[in-house]
């Protein structure tokens, strides 16, 4: 009787364990919409922003739309001054409309968070990024448009950061690629970091991951790469994370500057998701990370 006893509390115990393991369930999408970041600073409420300004409009298979970005800017930014500019990526697209992301709480909690901590931040609207290279090709235009208004925009032309959040990490395999002196830091927040070529022949498989696939171009690429903040949810799906993990793996056989942090109870989306004291870690070291490369004196 007590060996049965004792069987029953150990099953008890394994599933009381598992069952603390298994993510909760999401909120359905119109409230996830709505959801700011886990972490705030003094004086975010006080953000300049500049909603809906159209950088390009571009086809989609519901017609001709106009891609929009909004601007968030320190409070006392005024004429004359300039910061440094982290581009806020987002895994949707306009596609998804009324769910493009460039306006969902999210982005708008960051884009406040950046201003308070001296950037600019801006989140933007584009088509999506996996499967075509439509996502890409909008983020590049994003980007002149900024460096052309740069003035107007408060924003320094050679400090610039990108940081990609789920799919949005489809985007920076082609800033990877590219040796731009102004890209100053590369984030990574569960992001997709590895191209799905499962049903693909060789041929469109390495096509596919020149094109998506951060992996791919640390892995293949000899030119400078600039520093690099991963941020992994421990619970994500195992293929994502596989994904990470490979970068992070490429990352060092390079020996480049790369931080990663793990959240071992972390969903995908723990920095709206889950707000425990490591999700606000993780959030606030990235603030740090961005601080110290986007520094004036860095070269």
């Known amino acids: 009787m007590l060996r049965v006893a004792s069987v029953l509390v150990v099953c008890a115990l394994v599933s009381t364990l ?19 970041v886990v972490y705030s600073v003094a004086g975010m409420d006080k953000a300049q922003i500049r909603p809906d300004i159209v950088y390009k409009s571009a086809q989609t298979d519901k017609g001709k739309v106009d891609l929009k970005f909004d ?15 982290v581009v806020l990526i987002s895994g949707g697209g306009v596609e998804g409309a009324p769910y493009d992301w460039r306006d969902a709480g999210v982005y708008q909690s960051y884009g406040r968070i950046l201003a308070a901590s001296g950037f600019i931040a801006v989140a933007f609207s584009k088509r999506f990024a996996l499967g075509t290279t439509h996502g890409i090709e909008d983020t590049s235009d994003l980007v002149a448009y900024l460096r052309e208004h740069a003035p107007d ?26 040796s731009a002196q102004s890209t100053r830091g590369v984030l990574c927040f569960y992001c997709v970091a590895e191209a799905n070529t499962s049903t693909l022949s060789p041929e469109e498989a390495d096509k596919r991951r020149r094109a998506f696939s951060s992996v791919y171009q640390i892995q293949q690429g000899d030119h400078r790469f600039p520093p690099l903040f991963i941020a992994r ?22 020996n480049l500057s790369i931080e990663v942090l793990n959240h071992p109870t972390g969903r995908h989306g723990f920095d709206t998701l889950d707000p425990d004291d490591r999700s606000r870690e993780i959030i606030r070291r990235a603030l740090e990370f961005l601080k110290a490369h986007l520094a004036a004196s860095q070269s």
Request: charge should be negative; glycine fraction near 8%; hydrophobic fraction near 40%.
């Open 233 to 254: 949810a421990g619970l994500d799906s195992p293929g994502l994370n596989a994904g990470i993990d490979s970068l992070v793996s490429a990352a060092l056989a390079k």
């Open 18 to 36: 598992t069952s603390a393991q298994q993510p909760a369930q999401r909120p359905p999408i119109e409230q996830l919409y709505k959801m700011p």
């Open 153 to 178: 925009l408060y924003i320094d032309k050679d400090r610039f950061a990108y940081w990609a959040f789920s799919a949005g990490g489809g985007v920076l395999a082609s800033i990877l690629s590219d």
């Open 71 to 85: 601007s968030y800017a320190p409070a006392n930014a005024a004429p004359g001054m300039t910061y440094p500019t």
